[in-house]
Nanobody, 126 residues
Framework: QVQLVESGGGLVQAGESLRLSCSAS????????VAWFRQAPGKEREFVAS????????YYTASVRGRFTISRDNAKKTAYLQMNKLEPDDTAVYYC???????????????????WGQGTQVTVSS
């Protein structure tokens, strides 16, 4: 069972950038589609971005498209989320996870993912 650890969060001002990292415990990480989700206070966890095993089929939720970029380095067992032009509405705990069902299942459904990390807090001030 692959385990994931997120890092790279912090407090930034609107318009600034952050890069989040998701480090996996095992090389089997490369066998999975990976995604980032986020959860703001009082809200449900929501899909942010996802990427296929070899960097294909890159998807984003509409609110971050054009500002965020998901990537991965399987040799380093790590996925990344580059976040540019951050906005106060991006404030949340960010989680990475790997897809546990066939890839044709929706990436927007939290229940299709597992091996959740502990999350990393991103706070964007206005």
């Amino acid at each position: 069972q692959v385990q994931l650890v997120e890092s790279g969060g912090g407090l930034v001002q609107a318009g600034e950038s952050l890069r989040l990292s998701c480090s996996a415990s095992e090389q089997t990480f490369s066998n999975y589609r990976v995604a980032w989700f986020r959860q703001a206070p009082g809200k449900e966890r929501e899909f942010v971005a996802s990427l296929g095993r070899n960097g294909e089929n890159e998807y984003y939720t509409a609110s971050v498209r054009g500002r965020f970029t998901i990537s991965r380095d399987n040799a380093k067992k790590t996925a990344y989320l580059q976040m540019n032009k951050l906005e106060p509405d991006d404030t949340a705990v960010y989680y990475c996870a790997v897809k546990k069902v066939p890839e044709y299942y929706s990436d927007y459904d939290v229940s299709h993912f597992g091996s959740w990390g502990q999350g990393t807090q991103v706070t964007v001030s206005s």
